[in-house]
């Protein structure tokens, strides 16, 4: 019997956990701060053990890690090198979704000498999408040819069908994580030339996206697609991107909210005497007796623009206070929309991912290959972020204990010994890419 | 056996006459210009006739109405007159989901005298519209309270699963009345004031809505309110306002569609030569080198502006020529809108109702009270808008039919003896309204 330590109770955990709990080979542990949360992963399952921890309690931590044969840590990743370190200590595999940091990577070479293997990305973004990218590629190059441009976009959003607010979007991922994304700057590779995006741009840059059998999206920038290059061996490109995608009118008008400095996390305000409409006035310098007028000329929009509609439909507007002491504006907004941007019971949420290449064949001949996969969430069971970031995960943990995955090192699944079996999996549970090709 | 003469096969037709085949005493006759369409409805049914008619064609028309027992007009309503000359010289029963025009209205005592009912405004709106408000209006009054406010809305959109275009708009209905109504004008009571609203305002004049069960949307004002009072018998109201709904978004694009000239009928193009960039161009006095600045200045909205980048979705910052020859930029938008709002197969639409009534009892007690009809179309069948529109007229006709109507004259279905009838059998259908009561 092996035996699992699952870290972390968050939203991801339970498709994972329990795909693990119906392997009859494996026992899994969840420990997490919260005892009821890993009680509920684990819902009384006689392979399963619900455990309490607090992860700053080093000796517990590693007790824990000791006596499994391999750890899956859905922490914040700021704990991940500890786990790791502790991992390489007591010999144990590690399995992540987070991004491989450079601290992490530090250790690829301890954790090969050890024979261990940390596996991170391997979620959805990062993780289907690599698997999903590298079994094009590997295919093409098998073919003969080579991708000279990819775009690639992700975006986890409510479904069309529990679309029904005015801002096309609900949280399915850590709010403030998501918020905090707004700030990040691009970069990426258009043609030959290096496309540089600033945060203050980021949301300036995008354009519309036909995604098939999902709709027309709106896609910006998602950090710096240069690396990629290099992580999909692919020199051979002229364009190389990576993009997010949300529904249409979230740029023009996160854009606008950024603008008017609700993404600031320096500037305090004390929310318990001012309401938000004295805030928004206060960002604007504005009197606030003839407020939408003044934040239209602000923006540079018209008065009856629909960002200044979402606004006062999110409260921003209101004469109202909210339960908040001292506050930034961005802690005001992470409120409003944490309170009004939510799934409501039997609401599901949507998973795209779709990348776009041009190959390149012999005798100039050119293709365009779409890999789209288009996951809804179940009413009332687990949503599509869960399931696609947590089964990936789960997946290659099993493939690990058994035997079928023997990499060392700090990975990450651009490899096909992962890749090919963890999306064989992943489509007979439902989670499929469909493949085009077209001529150009 | 009963005789019903269905004039026209439309979009709407379809629930309206397998509704009366459905009956086993009427027999039901479309006549229309495309026979075929007129067979397809009747799909050989043995208590139905399709027949070939131009309406333009007296003789055959008249020939048509007087071996019926009663008419249904689906036919444009510039045509409706001249059937109800025909049925008043026949002595035949009318129906149409049509607005009453005054040429209608002057037919009154004719029809009265003649013991015939002329009945007009049975679709969804008008129609279940009229019948959802008088049901309230009358059980307020019956309670001894009275309306102080009426807010009406309505709106014919794509089904939040089968929204996914960037406009968030697909044609459910006449494609070109659709967009000759963005021309209208309007007028409301608010608080006791008159509000006008001009054509030029009118995507500009609107606001958020929160429609329970059924999602946010943007409503502006719909024609003329104030014949409401009347025509319901809520003289006792401060606010008075019918208001049409769309999605997040469409308001603002509308409007600056329309601010560059796009809704204009009378200038002419030669659309065989120009491409829809160089139209673009001319409207708003662009050389075209940079036609997205220009055209953000024109407009004074950011150039990122999301209504730039649905422009470009729908081809009018194209290169290609479309293959329309002299044409105005309203026929250009028309073209390019049909092509690409439509409904797919499987793809279905909403029909949302919202009345919100605010009544006053004595001693002061107001209540909130609203109706909400949330009709989604069938996916493969009947769209939810051919079901609201057809069925009201099709329940009606055969109440005529079987003597439960009794009425005459040109008459609207704000009375009990119509609404009570039509409301129910359209509930068993499944078309029903919410009512919500809550004190304020």
Known sequence: M????????????????????????????VATRTLSKAETLIDRHPRGTAKSLNVEDTTALKAFISSADLVISLLPWIHHIDVAKHCIESRKHLVTTSYVKPEMQALDAEAKNSGLLFLNEIGVDPGIDHMAAMRVIDGTKKEGGEIVSFYSYCGGLPALESNNNPFGYKFSWSPVGVMLAANNNGRYLKDGQVVQVTSEKLFEHYWLVDVPGAGTFEAYVNRDAFPYIDIYGIQTVHSMYRGTLRNIGHCESWNLFKKLGLFDQDRQFPLQDMSPRRVMAELIGSDGEHLV??????????????????????GLLSDHKVPLSDASPFDLLAHLMQKKLIFEDGE????VQHHEFIAEFRQDRKEKITATMVET???????AMARTVGLPAAIAAGLILKGKITLSGVQIPVVPEIYEPVLTELGTMGIGFEERRTPV
Chains 1, 2 share one sequence.
């Open 2 to 29: 092996k035996k699992i330590l699952v870290l972390g109770a968050g939203l991801v955990a339970r498709p994972l956990v329990r795909y693990l709990l119906e392997e009859p080979e494996f026992e899994v542990t």
């Open 377 to 383: 969430g179940v009413p009332g069971e687990d949503s």
């Open 293 to 314: 007028e003044d934040m239209a000329s602000f923006l540079g929009i018209p008065e009856y623009s629909v960002t200044i509609k979402k606004m006062a439909w999110l």
């Open 348 to 351: 599901v949420d949507l998973l």
